[in-house]
């Protein structure tokens, strides 16, 4: 199980590709400090799909770098 720090994004937003041969795979597209910021996210994701719109903007994913084997808040 994942427990991130106190430097440490808690939640990611994955996108899945279903077009690979073996199987689907996934990439994570952007981190969140709180699930809070996740689920606004999503909320204004299906209300632009649903308004028919074809592209969404990002607003609340928040920046990281990685170091070595985590991912960590870039402060910067």
Do not use: C, H, Q
């Amino acid at each position: 199980m994942y427990k991130a720090k106190n430097d440490e994004p808690k939640y990611w937003l994955l996108g899945i590709n279903n077009g690979a041969f073996w199987r689907e795979k996934s990439i994570v597209l952007v981190w969140y400090v709180n699930e809070e910021k996740i689920k606004k996210e999503m909320d204004e994701i299906v209300k632009t799909i649903n308004n028919g719109v074809p592209a969404y903007e990002l607003k609340y994913a928040v920046k990281v770098k990685n170091k070595m084997l985590r991912v960590k808040i870039d402060e910067k």
